[in-house]
């Protein structure tokens, strides 16, 4: 094969439309190879039996099909499973698959590691590399496909996909916004929009522009219910304070006529986990088109948080439905093999010197 020129993989409709005008094919042909990209699990342009013969050799001399290579797979206790992927210079990104009753759940990444640093994310920890193209995002999809395989039914596992592995996905917006749409996309992977959820630590302007671009499920990272306490555990918040990022939450319900916006709470011990917490967390988001979504602290190496009990954490849970908010508790999955939430570490070389949010010379952040 000469050196691939031509991308396709992970290309919404539209582009991919574009590009085949560009080769002088119909439209028509770029839905014909979405359906065997994602439809059928087919890479190999040789095996498209329904593209003309000139483009099906165009396509296996010119374009890269390549999906990430696995370095390291692990499977949990619990069903479920971790991929590590190589994603060239020796750098690691991390997928993982949780299985639950009625639905498999992929939590994909989107960068490698993240520049925002916060304070107990093992990803944060290690620095920024960089942003993941297309191609990767929608290829750890494909990957996890091919490898889990079809249940009973013939149908794959994987229903549900969230942007909440290593990376900011609005850090890396064109990317993102283009995986959600070929998520979505009936000639794409043909998901509903509510199995595809976007989490953000709250990068304002970006999540106001998302609002305009899709319309997937969105998910926030709150984790602290005022401004002093959550510049400190997401130093994000120094830049877009909490009343600016619900003013764009509540922009992006009435945009996209989305139901409701889980906010995200990591329950750290003797940090965040107090009744007068929860009463500004009410405060915050009664009334609101909002349900909160605890998640007990994983730890990681070298981390100074610790887990709340599972008393604080039930405790704090009543007392926000109390209140009449809906919260639910994230059960935790996989951390036996750093699989969970926040766990994931990849292989990063940081490359950034001064993260986002942090002045030269400021100490890291942490509570
Ligand atoms: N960057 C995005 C998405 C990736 S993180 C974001 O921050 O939303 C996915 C979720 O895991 C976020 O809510 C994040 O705050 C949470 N998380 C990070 N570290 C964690 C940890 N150690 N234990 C539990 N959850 C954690
Ligand atoms: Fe980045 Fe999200 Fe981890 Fe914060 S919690 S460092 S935004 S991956």
């Not at 692990?74 to 190589?86: N, P």
Request: with cysteine; proline share 6%; glycine share 8%.
């Amino acid at each position: 094969m000469t050196e691939a020129a031509l991308k396709p993989l992970g290309l919404p409709k539209a582009e991919l439309e574009q590009l085949f005008a560009t080769l002088g094919e119909k439209p028509f042909r770029a839905r014909q190879l979405m359906r065997w990209l994602y439809g059928r699990n087919v890479l190999d342009p040789v095996a498209m039996t329904d593209l003309s013969t000139a483009l099906r050799e165009r396509l296996a001399e010119q374009a890269d099909f390549s999906l990430p290579t696995i370095h390291a797979h692990e499977a949990s206790a619990d069903g479920t499973r971790k991929w590590r992927l190589a994603a060239g210079g020796g750098q690691l990104i991390e997928t993982v698959f949780i299985p639950e009753v009625a639905r498999g759940t992929l939590c994909v990444s989107s960068q490698v590691g993240c520049a925002l640093d916060c304070a107990f994310c093992a990803t944060g920890q290690q620095g920024f590399n960089r942003n993941l193209g297309v191609a990767e995002i929608i290829g750890q999809v494909l990957v996890a496909r091919r490898e889990l395989g079809l249940d009973a039914e013939g149908r794959s596992p994987v229903t549900n996909i969230v942007f909440m592995g290593m990376g900011e996905p609005l850090a890396n917006f064109r990317p993102v916004v283009q995986a959600c749409r070929v998520l979505l996309d009936d000639f794409g992977f043909g998901l509903s929009r509510r199995r595809v959820t976007v989490s953000t630590s709250g990068i304002v302007p970006q999540l106001r522009r998302l609002a305009r671009e899709t319309n997937v499920a969105l998910a926030v990272s709150l984790h602290a219910p005022d401004d002093t306490l959550r510049d400190r555990l997401v130093p994000i918040n120094r830049r877009y304070p909490i009343a600016e990022l619900l003013d764009a939450c509540w922009e992006y319900v009435e945009l996209t006529n989305t139901w409701t916006v889980t906010f995200e709470y990591v329950l750290l011990a003797g940090v965040n986990d107090s009744p007068g917490h929860a009463d500004a967390l009410v405060g915050l988001l009664g009334g609101r088109p909002a349900k909160v979504n605890l998640i007990p602290f994983n730890p990681f190496p070298g981390t100074r948080f610790q887990r709340s009990s599972p008393e604080v954490v039930d405790a704090f849970r009543r007392r926000l439905l109390g209140a009449g908010l809906r919260a639910i508790t994230r059960r935790t999955r996989g951390d036996d093999i750093a699989a969970a939430c926040g766990q994931l570490a990849g292989q990063v070389e940081n490359r950034v010197l001064v993260p986002l949010g942090q002045k030269p010379g400021q100490p890291r952040c942490d509570a």
